[in-house]
């Protein structure tokens, strides 16, 4: 494949900031395919989880073409053990390697298994759907930078921000495990608001400096909940795609047809009318010493991105 014709637009920031519902907004653009988290493709394949059809991935037609294609099969453990090499292929410590070699050289290095794969995956991904754009709501930044750096990939960065301190109380909520009745939580883990304000801080500052001098725009979580058509219209021009014409329902409504996202919140699986909603419980729900702790640790970001001390700042510079 010839240098730079797969685009694939994908979406940086620290998880629970609403990658999950754009994924599923850019899935309905014709020419645009939704593949959610492609970063942890390895390990959902490993465990045969849902794909967002609602099928298991397995059983995927779509996924089952795609791993045919890249891989010469679409056994489970087989194309898991490759995919893996994708979760892998981006750890923090190899960021200076990443930055101080050229291409060839990337190819040639540890990272050069991973290379391969990720040309494989995303070709056919590319291939097998048809589209014309790939979503990758995968958020994590050095990963990213991966992927800008793979000769066949023509990168474009949408940086997703959500308030700090929202971030930190949606970390202490249960979700839903997958698309059973079940009441296992999706994932329970210990995040304390100095741990949630780090992580926070690290994810955006990163995105920041691997993404920033890329095709890159910032957007924030509540104005894609406050004008999701407005925000669909600049994403859709960075890719140089004209926006569709689109007829908002009522009350910020919007119908989502079935996408075919590999991983991801429970949110993927919606279908039908659903009406966006602007989930700011925190103000409310979130202890007051919890908030003032994330509020002094994360202050400087905050302010950048016009949470605290006045107007928005969410386009920010390097928009393109």
Known sequence: ?????????????????????LDNLLGQVDGFFSAGEIRLGGRRLAEDSYCGCGGRLTECDVWRGVLKKAFGNANRAAAGEMLHLVDMGARPHQIPQMLMSNNESLKNSRMGKC??????????????????????????????????????????????????????????????????????????????????????????????????????????????MVNPWKTMRRILD???????????????????????????????????????RLDDEFKS?????????????????LYRYGYIGGKSRSAGGNET
């Open 1 to 21: 494949m010839k240098k730079g014709n797969i685009k694939v637009l994908y979406i940086a920031g620290r998880g629970r900031s609403g990658s999950t519902i």
């Open 115 to 224: 290379v391969e794969v990720i040309e494989k995956l995303y070709g056919a991904i590319a291939d097998a759907t048809g589209c014309e754009v790939i979503v990758d709501s995968s958020k994590y930044p050095p990963y990213a930078y991966l992927l800008g750096r793979v000769p066949m990939i023509d990168l474009y960065v949408v940086h997703l921000i959500r308030d700090s301190r929202a971030v930190a109380y949606s970390w202490i909520r249960q979700k839903q495990k997958n698309i059973t009745q079940s009441n296992d939580p999706l994932y329970r883990r210990s995040v304390n608001p100095v741990q949630s304000s780090i992580k926070w801080s690290l994810v955006n500052l990163s995105a920041e400096l691997l993404l920033g001098r890329r095709r890159y725009m910032r957007i924030r979580y509540e104005d894609i």
């Open 238 to 276: 960075l890719v140089g795609k004209t926006p569709p014409a689109y007829e908002p329902l009522p009350g910020n409504r919007i119908n989502l047809v079935t996408t075919h996202t590999i991983s991801g919140n429970p949110k993927r699986f919606q279908t039908g009318t659903v009406e966006l």
């Open 285 to 301: 729900k979130m202890r007051p010493s919890s908030s003032r702790l994330v509020t002094a640790l994360t202050w400087p970001l």
